[in-house]
């Protein structure tokens, strides 16, 4: 399904910049699946969360695959769209930038804990100005500035070609087809898009498929599908191929990680 651009106006909502005296302002936008949140930055740092459903991030050449048990820490300036993989209830924190909970020009993952959903939610529901605002926003900041995760990270490439396959095996990860399949629609041959893969991305072909493959694990195990269903819908051989990967790369078992996390 194509991604359908949101009208540009409703990226930067009047009145709603934040301020020192003020220095959280929540926007909340209920986004149908495959919308997008066009390329854009502003001045101020932004927490990117959506309380249901899934988005992907995507700031410079990296993308993130964000469930609700994870958030996108975006510093200021940094330019950034956001789009829906599905229906999503998409909450975006403006943090003023002289408040910013983390310094430096990296995006950061956060780990979304249950007192950390409750306050955006709170915030959410009653953003006036007033004491019970300014309390709420002291405590949003001091439990972001706690929640740095492990990040799930997709390096994404600069040569179009080669951006273009990345894109459309994140839209589908179990696909199965080889590099020498993809070169035959992708104007270039393999041996041209393995060696891009080695100079843009650092790694093969089948080690970026494998971390974005990582990245669309945890949205599914978050809604509770069966391993075995995970591992098929992210084109696994068997659920324990899956937990071989994902323990290689992360030092748990996809079970005992989660349950940790929840």
Not at 134 to 155: H, K, N, Y
Not at 176 to 196: D, I, V
Request: aromatic share 6%; net charge positive.
């Amino acid at each position: 399904m194509a991604v359908q651009p949101v009208n540009h106006t409703r990226l930067h909502l009047p009145g709603l910049a934040p301020t020192a005296a003020r220095p959280i302002r929540l926007v909340a936008r209920d986004l149908d699946a495959s919308e997008l949140l066009a390329s854009h930055r502003h001045a101020w740092g932004q927490v990117t969360y959506a309380v249901e459903g899934v988005v992907r991030v995507t700031v410079g050449n990296s993308a993130w695959i964000v469930p609700p048990m994870r958030a996108i820490w975006i510093p200021p300036q940094a330019v950034h769209e956001v789009a829906t993989l599905e229906k999503a209830r998409l909450r975006a924190l403006y943090v003023y930038s002289g408040s910013v909970p983390f310094h430096g020009p990296d995006c950061v993952v956060l780990d979304v804990s249950p007192l950390l959903r409750e306050l955006i939610v709170a915030l959410s529901n009653d953003e006036h100005a007033g004491l019970r605002e300014s309390m709420l926003c002291a405590l949003i900041l001091d439990e972001v500035a706690r929640s740095a995760t492990l990040p799930i990270r997709v390096a994404l490439p600069n040569d179009k070609r080669l951006k273009t396959l990345c894109e459309t095996l994140i839209r589908n990860p179990a696909s199965h087809l080889t590099l020498k399949e993809w070169a035959q629609s992708a104007g270039a041959s393999e041996r041209t898009l393995a060696r891009l893969f080695e100079q843009q991305l650092n790694m093969t072909f089948g080690q970026w498929r494998q971390q974005m493959r990582l990245a669309h694990a945890a949205p599914l195990i978050a809604r509770g599908l069966p391993l075995s269903r995970v591992a098929t819908d992210l084109g696994y051989a068997s659920q324990s191929a899956f937990s071989a990967m994902f323990k290689k790369t992360f030092g748990k078992s996809p079970s005992v990680f989660f349950r940790a996390k929840r």
